[in-house]
């Protein structure tokens, strides 16, 4: 069950939250801060770059609730088309197990060039294997299964189902980030926004879902 790159997909459109839900203030961010800020918001759940960018507390409470409850409802839905049951306790680990796993990866973003319109940064990351591990606890799961004596198909489905899970959080929890980086070059413009009949001029991706989908790739390698 490959899921990693969803989870990252669900959490796209909040880019675009972000940038038309930005604070009134005056102050331009650069561009190497918003592209971090982004990056922690997809990545680690991490909103206080954007708190100190002048978001609202209720907006980034409201950020950090839709992150968890889409990420939850893309890993059940996976498993509800491959044919496999999860209980709430283990949706919530094997969740949690996920997030903390990318909490592991780091970034840094660097400034190409810049002009009053246009921002080009750097951004380099290393990245989890989940796909890798992800595949192991599936087959370590069915090899198990098929040394032991189970009778009917549903025996069958449920312990494999139950190992999977298992050793899928078990990996989630040991996995190692990557000791090499991928890096991409990121252009932003500077743009102006209607924020309350208020405007607002800040950095922000070209595009912020091919942004989103570049990151995801990223750092699930």
Same mark, same amino acid.
């Given at each position: 069950? &490959?899921?990693?790159? +969803? ?14 839900? /930005? ?11 918003? *592209?971090?800020?982004?990056?922690? #918001? ?13 978001? *609202?507390?209720?907006?980034?409470? %409201? ?5 968890? =409850? ?11 088309? =491959?044919?496999?049951?999860? =209980?709430?306790?283990?949706? @919530?680990?094997?969740?949690? !197990?996920?997030?903390? *796993?990318? +909490?592991?990866? %780091? ?14 940064? %750097? ?7 989940? /796909? ?10 069915? *090899?198990?299964?098929? !040394? ?10 449920? +312990? ?5 899970? @298992?050793? #899928? ?26 924020? =309350? ?12 879902? %091919? ?9 699930? &390698?």
């Amino acid at each position: 069950m &490959k899921n990693s790159k +969803k989870l990252i997909m669900v959490l796209v459109s909040m880019l675009i939250l972000v940038t038309m839900i /930005a604070g009134c203030g005056q102050k331009i961010e650069p561009p190497e801060l918003v *592209a971090e800020a982004y990056y922690d #918001l997809i990545v680690y759940g991490d909103t206080s770059k954007l708190e100190t960018m002048g978001f *609202a507390a209720d907006d980034v409470n %409201t950020i950090k609730e839709q992150r968890e =409850s889409q990420v939850k409802t893309t890993i059940k839905n996976t498993f509800s088309v =491959s044919g496999l049951k999860i =209980s709430d306790e283990q949706l @919530n680990k094997v969740m949690q !197990a996920q997030l903390d *796993a990318m +909490k592991k990866v %780091t970034c840094t973003v660097e400034p190409v060039s810049s002009d009053k319109e246009t921002a080009v940064v %750097t951004l380099k990351t290393n990245y989890v294997s989940i /796909a890798e591990v992800d595949q192991k606890a599936a087959e370590d799961a069915i *090899a198990e299964v098929q !040394a032991m004596n189970l009778t009917t198909q549903q025996e069958v489905l449920d +312990k494999a189902t139950e190992l999977y899970i @298992n050793k #899928l959080i078990e990996a989630l929890n040991n996995i190692q980030p990557s000791t090499e980086t991928v890096e991409k070059n990121v252009t932003l413009k500077l743009q102006v926004f209607d924020v =309350s009949g208020k405007t607002k001029k800040m950095w922000s991706p070209e595009n912020p879902v %091919t942004f989103g989908n570049d990151i995801g790739t990223m750092v699930t &390698k």
